[in-house]
């Protein structure tokens, strides 16, 4: 077994693999970009190397300074994670060429199935079900709409070296083709060095149901059941689970026939994943194989008892798999959501920053966190925005969903904004519960976009009854301050308005033998809590039925964070409640006839200048942001009078980019 490993990633697949390292006794190396310097990864591993500056490109992309790090450090093998080097065979082979091991699969097996063209053909001729496409690289705009009329529209156009929804676009008509072939085409070149493109004809209401593998250098090749992964936004995955909800015994002995036959193929090794496209039928095509450690991979940990990182390492190791295929059984549920440093309420616009406040819900036997920061750490421009990685476990998939969305509700996170209360609300919609999924499930239940109102709730009293008692605990310590003046003591009162959203609530707040008495209309809600000031989580009982509220203290009010909503609450007495009925609406300010960055980013292209005419809807340049292109388009008609920034610019959000006529 290797003494040391070094760990050629960042983030929170850098610190899953060190834990897993740590306790089977190897030492572990990390690696950092300047950015990174002071990251939670850094800090875990027993010896960290510095290895560039903030960009990919100069940091975790950089072959020889990764080599050079291993012979420094004495590391006798390197677990790659995802992304980055993780299916590079250039990384592998020098790696080989060097007498250190890679914890993967051989060179051969990364360049035939990293290359999403190779790979269908293989698959074809493996006896794998692939989908109908054009496998040749596409020319250009020109050919790709060609190409897309032969197939029939809709068409997937993808990146040959594509993964992590990157270079990827549907496209419905030719208009659609040219533009997105040229925006899948920039991206891969951007991203992986390669902008070669084919396509496939697009599959309406998929379902998005992949193969987990683990084979070893002795022939064995074993799979370890399925994950369903349709919870998708730009073909980036949100929400993971195992096992799917609509996979049989019969369905998932067919695939897993194939998975293997597949891996067979081309002499696989390590942990690998065939990814599989689903109709309504149970029909499946072969998609594409990623040869490496998926994100997802915990939910298939909690229901085999499998860890996936540790058979890596011995069969990297040369070791013979410990597990047969009929030794591999399904127990329970596990659904993973992805916690990401975005806005939802922004077209999920990326968010960066320090976060300030950063608490996650304890780890039990049913939740698991996977994360790489910490309070106080920094989500940087330059990486993926993921947070962490939250997994519930259960008996059954309902439990599991309750697992989630208890565990959502604990997680606390300020100074950033998130995508919790997003999660939140599709855990708890009707249609996921009742595991009606597809890959277009996002885009057919938030066709608008998310909002608000968007999130379901069994009961919207809840946060406002809550938040009348915490209230009332703030009024009743005030009211105990010494050094009153006599005869002049504050004085507390039962009746209360809560205003929430321009509605008013009339509430009656009484101490109670074990708690308060919230009463509203002929409604009484009693709560009991030992919650403190000060404590962001609120753990209550309401009529008997557990809770838990995240609340800030806001100016005068409170910001409640419950089942994927957050609400602002202002508690006055009656009598300020009728007053404010005469209060004159503030005014929305006037932003201006500007064209503003909707997010953090660099203007790759700008397509016009001052004096130019521009119609609605035509593009007016492109930010790119964690490596996927942007494009800013004309809301209407308008005159270019002033440009603002120049091509090449970093721009922060909100930034101005043009002033229009």
């Not at 597990?323 to 960066?352: H, M, N, T």
């Not at 962490?388 to 565990?407: D, H, P, Q, T």
């Amino acid at each position: 077994m290797f003494e040391k490993i070094l760990i050629a990633n960042r983030g929170e697949i850098a610190c899953r693999v060190i834990r897993t390292a740590r306790r089977m006794g190897i030492k572990t190396v990390a690696v950092y970009s300047d950015p990174d310097r002071q990251a939670l990864h850094v800090r875990m591993a027993d010896e960290a190397v510095r290895i560039g500056g903030a960009a990919s490109s100069d940091s975790y992309l950089r072959i020889d300074r990764i080599l050079a790090a291993c012979q420094g450090s004495g590391a006798q093998a390197v677990h790659p994670g995802y992304g980055f080097l993780s299916e590079n065979a250039e990384f592998a082979g020098t790696l080989d060429e060097a007498g250190i091991v890679f914890i993967g699969p051989g060179t051969e097996a990364i360049t035939s199935m990293g290359d999403k063209i190779t790979s269908k053909r293989i698959a074809g001729e493996a006896g794998v079900n692939t989908i109908p496409g054009y496998t040749d690289v596409i020319a250009d705009g020109d050919h790709a709409v060609k190409i897309a009329t032969e197939i029939g529209y809709p068409v997937m156009l993808k990146a040959s070296a594509g993964g992590g929804g990157k270079g990827m676009r549907v496209v419905t008509n030719d208009a659609e083709c040219r533009d997105g072939f040229e925006r899948a085409t920039n991206e891969a070149r951007s991203s992986f060095g390669d902008d070669r493109m084919f396509a496939e004809k697009f599959i309406d209401q998929p379902r998005h149901i992949e193969i987990q593998l683990i084979a070893d250098g002795q022939g064995n090749v074993v799979y370890l059941g399925e994950r369903e992964c349709s919870i998708q936004r730009r073909h980036q995955k949100v929400i993971e689970e195992a096992p799917s909800p609509f996979v049989d015994d019969v369905i998932r002995k067919a695939m897993g026939a194939q998975a293997v036959a597949l891996a067979r193929a081309v002499d696989y090794t390590s942990a690998g994943t065939v990814e599989f496209i689903v109709d309504a039928d149970g029909n499946f095509y072969f998609l594409e194989m990623n040869t490496r450690l998926q994100v997802e991979h915990p939910v298939t940990e909690l229901v085999t008892g499998q860890d996936l990182v540790e058979l890596m390492i011995r069969v990297a190791a040369g070791e013979k798999l410990p597990i047969k295929q009929e030794d591999v059984a399904i127990k329970g549920w596990a659904i993973e959501c992805r916690v990401y440093a975005e806005d939802p309420f922004r077209d999920f616009l990326p968010s960066i920053g320090r976060l300030v406040r950063y608490s996650a819900p304890a780890e039990s036997a049913n939740v698991r966190v996977d994360t790489g920061v910490e309070e106080g750490g920094e989500v940087s421009i330059y990486y993926d925005p993921m947070i962490s990685k939250l997994i519930s476990y259960g008996e059954n998939r309902n439990e599991a969903i309750n697992f989630m969305a208890g565990a959502l509700d604990r997680y606390y996170i300020r100074g950033v904004t998130h995508n919790i209360g997003f999660l939140n609300a599709v855990i708890m919609h009707p249609r996921f519960r009742e595991g009606r999924l597809s890959t277009s499930f996002i885009a057919d239940e938030y066709p608008n976009g998310f909002h608000p109102g968007d999130v379901p709730h069994s009961d919207p009293m809840v946060p406002i009854v809550v938040a009348a008692v915490i209230h009332r605990r703030f009024v009743d310590r005030s009211a105990d301050m010494t050094g009153q003046i006599r005869r002049f003591e504050r004085k507390i009162g039962d009746d209360w308005v809560v205003m929430l959203d321009g509605e008013q609530f009339p509430v009656t707040v009484c101490s109670v033998a074990d708690g308060f008495e919230v009463i509203h209309g002929e409604s009484v809600y009693r709560i009991t809590t030992d919650w403190r000031f000060g404590e962001p989580l609120i753990d209550a009982e309401v009529n008997g039925h557990p809770v838990c509220l995240q609340v800030d203290v806001n100016g005068p009010g409170y910001r409640m964070f419950f089942q994927g909503a957050e609400r602002n609450l202002l508690i006055v007495t009656p009598t300020a409640a009728e007053l404010s009925r005469h209060m004159l609406k503030k005014a929305k300010p006037d932003v201006g006839p500007y064209l503003r960055s909707p997010m953090p980013g660099l203007l790759i292209r700008l397509n016009v200048a001052e004096g130019d005419e521009v119609k609605a809807g035509e593009e007016l340049g492109v930010v790119e942001a964690m490596k996927m292109e942007n494009s800013l388009r004309a809301l209407e008609d308008a005159k270019i009078a002033r440009i603002l920034v120049a091509e090449g610019d970093s721009l922060a959000v909100d930034q101005l980019i043009i002033e229009f006529e």
